[in-house]
C-alpha cells in the first residue's frame, strides 16, 4: 500500500488516527431494564421507569447484552477481562434523564484486541484494538418538528452500546475506512450489532493529528464527532489534516477540540473546546456490583463463534483457488459467502467466483436487489458453471443463458434444452460449416495460403458466426486450421 503523504510547498506531513465506534447491541431488551429497542415505534412508546431516570429506580444488568459483548470481544481477537466495572459519567443533557449515563471507565469487559484489514491492492494490515467497553445510549433530541421547540424521545435511552477504541494506528483515509467495514462485516457476522451506519446503530468518532512526516511525536488531536457513513469518515480526516497542516504551516497551533463534520461542504466547524475525562467526574456506579466472568462463562461462547471473515478468506482462497481479492469481497458479507459455498459445491469454485464478481454482482446491481433475493439461485449459478465445465455450452453462449435466468429464475439445463444451445460437438456437422465457409471466400483461402496465416482467426470467427455461437471452438479452431493447410 502506498503511503499517503501530503505534500505542501513547505513540507511533507502524515496523518495519524485513532477510532472510536459506537456500536448498538443487539438485544431484545435494553442494557439496564427490561424495555423494547425496536427501532422506529412511537416516540416515548418504549420507555422504562428507570430509562426515564425516575427516582430510586435501580438498574438491572441484562445477561444478554454481557454474551453479547464477549462474543464481540473475541471477534475482535481481544482479551476477554474477567473483572469488570461499571462507573457513572456525570454530564446534563436535555435527553438524558438521570443526568449521567452508566459506563464502564476503568475497567472495560474487553481489553486489547487486532483487526486485520484489507487494502484495495489485496494487501493486509494489522489495526490495534485498545479496549471496548459496554454503557447505556442516551434518547434523541429532535430538532426539526417545530419552529420554536424541541422535542425528546426517550425509546433510545438505555439501550446497550459497545464502544469499541482502537490505537492510534491508521496512516491514511483508506485504512480507517477499510477498518470500519472490516468490522461492520465482523458484528454482522456475530449478529452482534447490525452496522447500520445510516440508522445511527454505528457511529464512528475519529481522533485526527498530524506530524512532520518521519516524527515521532502525537501532535494535540482533533475529534470528529458522530460522522455517519464510511465515506463521510474518510472525507473528514482528509479535510482535517489538511485544515490542522495549514494552522501549522501559517504559525498556529492546534489545541485538543471537538469538532463537527459537515458532509454538504465538506467541512467541519468547532462543537467545544477541550474536554478531558475528569471533567466528567467519573465514579464508581454504586447501583450495580462488578461484573464477574467465570473462564467456563467465556469458553462457551468461544464454542458457538461462527468462522469469521478472515478464516473464511483464508479457507476459500487454500481449498478453493480464490485470489485474495475475490476472497475478500466474496466473505465481506456472511449471506454472499454462503451462496458462494453453495453454488461452488461440487463444481470449480474458482469459476464460480469468477461468475459472482463478474455477471452476478453486476446483475443484483442493476436490479438494485441483494444476494438473499437472487433471482438466480445458488444452484442454478453453480450448474451453469457446470454446464461450461462439460462444454455442454460455450462461455459467450453462457452469458445468454445467464441473462434468461436472471429473468426468468429458470434452472439453466432447462433453457439450454428448450432454446436448442447446446454446443456442437460432432466434428462432421462443424467441419461442414468449415467446408461451406471455406467455399464461399476463395480470395481469403488465396491469401492465408500466400502466407496471411493469421486470416485463420478470420475463418473462425465466420464459422462460429453460421454455427450461432454453438460450434465447440476448440474443435473450429482445430478444423479450420486442418482444412486451410490442406
Ligand atoms: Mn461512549
Redesign the pocket.
Known sequence: MADYIIETAKGKWEVVVGL?I?CQIISKSKIFSAASTEFGDDPNTNVSFVDAGMPGMLPTLNAECVHQAVKTGLGLNAKINKYSEFSRKNYFYADMPTDY?I?QFRYPIVGEGVIVIDLSDGSTRHIGIERM?I?QDAGKSIHDLSPTKSFIDLNRAGVG?M?IVTKPDFRSPEEAGAFLRKLRSILRYLGTCDGNMDEGSMRCDANISVRPLGAEELRPRCEMKNVNSVKFVMQAIENEAKRQIDVYENGGKIEQETRQFDPTTGTSKVMRKKEFAHDYRYFPEPDLPPLVLTDEYIENIRREMVELPDAKKKRFMETMGLTAYDATVICENKETADFFEAAAAGHDAKKVANWMMGDFFAMLNKKRTDVLHSPVSAENLGRLVELISQDVISGKIAKDVFEIMSETGENPDKIVEEKGLKQVTDTGAIAAIVDAVIASNPDNVAAYKSGKTNLAGWFVGQTLKMSQGKANPALVNKLVKEKLDS
Open positions: 472510536e459506537h449515563q459506563t467497553h454503557e452500546l464502544e
